[in-house]
């Protein structure tokens, strides 16, 4: 089951940021998370979910 939720948290950090998609890829990659744009398209639309660790990185990597 995927939780929409996630989704709408992840794609609102993105915008708070004002980073596109590949922007955080790159940062992700920085802290060796490595995913495709396409990947993290999947994330914030709620078709795909991240698993636990990539998500907690994900969430400190914007709120910090």
Known sequence: MKNEMIAKVLKELR????LTVHDVVLKLSD??????DK????WESGQAQP??????????????
Do not use: E, F, P
Request: glycine share 4%; charged share 20%; proline share 0%.
């Open 15 to 18: 915008k708070q940021n004002s």
């Open 31 to 36: 802290k060796a998370i490595n995913v495709a």
């Open 39 to 42: 990947t993290l398209y999947g």
């Open 51 to 64: 698993d636990a660790l990539s998500c907690a990185r994900y969430i400190r990597l914007m709120t910090y």
